[in-house]
T-cell receptor, first 114, second 115 residues
């Protein structure tokens, strides 16, 4: 069992609203990545934070933004929600930006936009 | 751009059957290749990896060989168990500078093993 926890586990919002998803990384991990997993699809990279700075971004619009805090926990914020934002949002933490053997994923937040 | 293509599922097998899940990739450069597994209600877990051509990754009876000439990384297991039922994702990463360490995933293949 990994030490990456995400909250909430499920969330329902309406189109146009804003949402904040939270991720508590594994102890000692300084890197957090966020992925969006649409139903029946593989996860897609949103962005990565390393030591509180954004360290790479996928093909997502600016209304997807993030933060990493001094304790390395992280938030994903999505403004002006659209129906297509409905997905499972996964957080993954690691020590360093390329350590895949110790990249741990949380169970995700299921977001439904109505 | 970079992409990963997996065979569509679900794949339904009887216990002790041989498993192959096909994965091919397109990448600019020389990627590292991975298989991740997602059990119901759990986060993705790294199953195995290979970082250069002809490397074989293996774990829990699963194997995959990095084939540069065919740009493939097929997952195999000689005898599946009911507990192997899960969704399997093939993925790649190019490593290197900012943002390039992101994982690019295939769409996943659901495996159902029947007793």
């Amino acid at each position: 069992e990994t030490g990456v926890t995400q909250s909430p586990t499920h969330l329902i919002k309406t189109r146009g609203q804003q949402v904040t998803l939270r991720c508590s990384s594994q102890s000692g991990h300084n890197t957090v990545s966020w992925y969006q997993q649409a139903l029946g699809q593989g996860p897609q990279f949103i962005f990565q934070y390393y030591r509180e700075e954004e360290n790479g971004r996928g093909n997502f619009p600016p209304r997807f933004s993030g933060l990493q805090f001094p304790n390395y926990s992280s938030e994903l914020n999505v403004n002006a929600l659209e129906l297509d934002d409905s997905a499972l949002y996964l957080c993954a933490s690691s020590l360093g930006t390329g350590d895949y053997e110790k990249l741990f994923f949380g169970s995700g937040t299921q977001l439904s936009v109505l | 751009g970079n992409s990963v293509t997996q065979m569509e599922g679900p794949v339904t097998l009887s216990e002790e059957a041989f498993l192959t899940i096909n994965c091919t990739y397109t990448a600019t450069g020389y990627p590292s290749l991975f298989w991740y597994v997602q059990y119901p209600g759990e986060g993705l877990q790294l199953l195995l990896k290979a970082t250069k051509a002809d490397d074989k990754g293996s774990n829990k009876g699963f194997e995959a060989t990095y084939r540069k000439e065919t740009t493939s990384f097929h997952l195999e297991k000689g005898s599946v168990q009911v507990s192997d039922s899960a969704v399997y994702f093939c993925a790649l990463s190019l490593g290197g500078g900012t943002g390039r360490r992101a994982l690019t995933f295939g769409s996943g293949t659901r495996l159902q093993v029947q007793p």
